[in-house]
């Protein structure tokens, strides 16, 4: 007959069982704390995760994982609170390793009762990071596509509308001229005049819109950046007002673009008035270009191939998060009605979408923005 175990016995043996498991275990870090936080035990996967060993964490406070700035506001303390109030804390947040790089941690938080005291807590945390980053790709791939496909459903009514106008505005412009040359009396002639300045206001408005649409007739000639720019410098540094310092550095050496020159031209012009516009106490324009091997971000499957880039960069206002996505939409303008039609950026993302090419906007409030024309490079 065997005897039954002594109770000590199997616990010591579940303690082993539970210490080895735990040990064993490399990809959550498993340990525990102290009702404070204070770190009690430690494992192979808290080493593996966040790289410290038993030594330099046992006795510390389990905060020093977190941020600085979340720590500051009290979040480890809150979150033990939490685990404590409702039975279990569950997060994910990001989390320092002992080399102070991040990783994304999946926690969770277990209280310890005892007689309806708390003793600790046991806290899991798993790296996730990967997976995070790649949940991450793929919504700002999915929201890239969305902006792509609403851009291009702007674009094909602006191009429907622009085509229309276009054609009734050469209808009045023509007519207007032919009764201009009938009529000579004064006041009529200057009516008729003030209607034929409207009219080509009108038809300015539906060229852009038409370079929205990529309905604009392209006339591409050979483009040299460089020499392009010295041309049109002065006319820049005018548009740019005495307050602003304006800065051109083209690279020489870069390749030669098969471009439509007015539009560019008209392009950069859109650029430094809109800088100008951002810096109304004065401030630096620098406009620069580089050779870039990338891809169209409207085309993420795309492989990566020769592209080069226009920069205007500013160091004004910058853009709000919010409405970075909006600014190229046509009409779209934060300016006083009669300061802007908010088609300057439309004209931008046309032209360089009809070039084969894209734009770049990079923006950060309060520090700047950096606008770049990105177009194919020509095969050799
Ligand atoms: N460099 C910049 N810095 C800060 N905000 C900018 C800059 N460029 C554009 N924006 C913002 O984007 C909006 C749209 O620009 P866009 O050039 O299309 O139109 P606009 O300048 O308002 O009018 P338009 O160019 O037709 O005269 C602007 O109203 C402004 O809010
Ligand atoms: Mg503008």
Redesign the pocket.
């Known amino acids: 007959m065997t005897r039954p175990a002594k109770p000590e016995s199997v616990l010591r043996d579940e303690s082993r069982q539970f210490a080895m498991l735990v040990n064993s275990v490399t990809d959550y870090a498993v340990y525990m704390l102290d009702p404070t936080g204070v770190i009690q035990t430690w494992n192979p996967g808290g080493q593996r995760i966040k790289g410290y060993v038993a030594a330099d964490v046992v006795g510390t406070n389990f905060s020093r994982f977190y941020l600085p700035e979340e720590a500051e506001i009290g979040l480890p303390e809150r979150n033990l609170r939490t685990a404590a109030a409702e039975g279990r804390y569950i997060g994910e947040g990001w989390r320092l390793r002992q080399d102070g790089t991040r990783f994304r941690a999946s926690v969770v938080i277990d209280p310890i009762w005892e007689d309806g005291e708390l003793m600790g807590f046991a806290k899991i945390t798993r790296d996730i990071t990967e997976r995070h980053e790649a949940q991450e790709q793929l919504l700002q791939a999915q929201r890239d596509l969305l902006q792509a496909q609403k851009m291009e459903a702007i674009g094909k009514f602006t191009l429907g509308l622009a085509h229309d106008f276009n054609n009734l505005l050469t209808i009045v412009v023509n007519c207007l001229d032919l009764i201009s040359m009938r009529v000579k009396d004064g006041a009529v002639a200057k009516l008729i005049d003030t209607a034929q300045r409207a009219a080509e206001r009108g038809a300015l408005l539906t060229r852009q819109l038409l370079t929205f649409g990529k309905g604009q007739t392209l006339v591409p000639e050979a483009v040299d950046l460089a020499a392009m720019m010295a041309e049109c410098e002065a006319l820049l540094r005018r548009s740019a007002g005495a307050a602003i310092a304006l800065t051109v550095e083209i690279p020489r050496g870069l390749p030669t673009l098969s471009l439509d020159k007015a539009q560019l031209e008209a392009a950069v012009l859109?650029?430094v008035?809109?800088?100008r516009?951002?810096m109304p106490k004065g401030g630096t324009i620098t406009i620069t270009a580089s050779a870039r091997l990338t891809r169209d971000p409207t085309l993420p499957n795309a492989a990566k191939s020769p592209y080069v880039c226009l920069s205007v960069q500013?160091d004004?206002?910058?853009?709000e998060v919010d409405?970075q996505v909006r600014?190229?939409e046509p009409f779209?303008?934060?300016?006083p009605i009669g300061?802007?039609?908010?088609?300057?950026?439309?004209q931008v993302f046309g032209f360089t979408a009809q070039s084969g090419g894209f734009t770049e906007l990079k923006?950060e409030p309060g520090k700047g923005?950096c606008?770049s024309l990105c177009f194919p490079a020509p095969e050799h």
């Open positions: 859109n650029l008035c809109n800088s516009d951002a500013d004004g206002t910058g853009i409405q600014v190229f779209f303008t934060t300016k300061r802007g039609s908010g088609l300057g950026l439309s923006s923005t606008v």
